[in-house]
């Protein structure tokens, strides 16, 4: 059975950084891409950054370019999300998502909160 | 950036009619369009993958079409389960942006 475990959210102040992690299991994770999601409270998804199986291929919404980092270790079977500069839109609950066909997600974890606030 | 437009928001239904919203991309995505129904409280699910194509164990009630900039998602009889809202995805090119949802809500 596919798993996708996020931890690490919490409340930070603004301009603070804050780590997400996001453990797999269930199917050979260094084989696929992952993607990061998130969504406000009460509001849509919004899709925050996508890595290659390889980590050769990165991308990012332009609302977090520049301030987040999205990183894997495939021997752990781990997804990372680093964010800095944290900003009170930036609060949501954070999915990881693996990569399925045609580019869609397929496998989703429960989420992880991120509440930005002084 | 792709523009995806849903249609309409929230849209009141009743169990066992055929349902049918849409999604506009503001540019050709080639096909390449995901819908997911997230339920309250719930993390998405995938639904649609490839504008037409039902992802496994998906009830085949569910039906996708759609091309171009074009797209859109029916259900058919609609079930008690079926309540929740539905987002659209651009799946051509990054960034990967999604509809802001269409809201079935019971009469």
């Known amino acids: 059975e596919v798993q996708l475990v996020e931890s690490g959210g919490g409340l930070v102040q603004p301009g603070r950084s804050l780590k997400l992690s996001c453990v797999a299991s269930g199917f050979t994770f260094s084989n696929y891409g992952m993607n990061w999601i998130r969504q406000a409270p009460g509001k849509g998804l919004e899709w925050v950054a996508y890595?290659?199986?390889?980590?050769?291929?990165?991308y990012y919404a332009e609302t977090v370019k520049g301030r987040f980092t999205i990183s894997r270790d495939n021997a752990k079977n781990t997804l990372y999300l680093q964010m800095t500069s944290l900003r009170s839109e930036d609060t949501a609950l954070y999915y990881c998502?693996?990569?399925?066909?045609?580019?869609?997600?397929?496998?989703w974890g429960q989420g992880v909160m991120v509440t930005v606030s002084s | 950036d792709i523009q995806m437009t849903q249609s309409p928001s929230s849209l009141s239904v009743s169990l066992g009619d055929n349902v049918t919203f849409t999604c506009e991309a503001s540019?050709?995505?080639?096909?390449?369009l995901a819908w997911y129904q997230q339920k309250l409280g719930k993390a998405p699910k995938l639904l649609i993958y490839g504008a037409t194509n039902l992802e496994d164990g998906v009830p085949t009630r569910f039906s996708g079409s759609g091309s171009w900039t074009n797209y859109s998602l029916t259900i058919s009889s609609l079930e008690p389960e079926d309540i929740a809202t539905y987002y659209c995805?651009?799946?051509?090119?990054?960034?990967?942006?999604f509809g802001a949802g269409t809201k079935l809500e019971l009469k």
């Open positions: 890595i290659s199986s390889g980590s050769s291929y990165i």
């Open positions: 540019e050709n995505i080639y096909g390449f």
């Open positions: 998502a693996s990569r399925g066909r045609d580019g869609s997600s397929d496998y």
């Open positions: 995805q651009n799946n051509h090119v990054y960034p990967h942006t």
